[in-house]
């Protein structure tokens, strides 16, 4: 599966939605996932708290996995 951009309009983030997505890979069979996100993102926490490690980075980006 590869996805090209996620994101959540800025009006309904901090609801669990991004974590929800995370939860909902896992249940359908997917048992890594890996993402590239801008250091600036205001997601990074979220990714952090459902259990993405940084495994590389660049001045811009953080390289991001995650075993679901």
């Given at each position: 599966?590869?996805?090209?951009?996620?994101?959540?309009?800025?009006?309904?983030?901090?609801q669990?939605?991004?974590?929800?997505?995370?939860?909902?890979?896992?249940?359908?069979?997917h048992e890594?996932?890996?993402?590239?996100m801008?250091k600036?993102?205001?997601?990074?926490k979220?990714?952090?708290?459902?259990?993405?490690?940084?495994?590389d980075?660049?001045?811009?980006?953080?390289?991001?996995?995650?075993?679901?």
């Amino acid at each position: 599966l590869f996805i090209c951009e996620v994101w959540v309009y800025k009006e309904y983030r901090g609801q669990g939605i991004g974590s929800q997505l995370m939860v909902k890979m896992k249940w359908k069979g997917h048992e890594r996932a890996s993402l590239a996100m801008q250091k600036a993102n205001y997601a990074v926490k979220m990714y952090k708290d459902v259990g993405y490690k940084t495994v590389d980075e660049n001045a811009k980006e953080y390289i991001m996995v995650c075993d679901l």
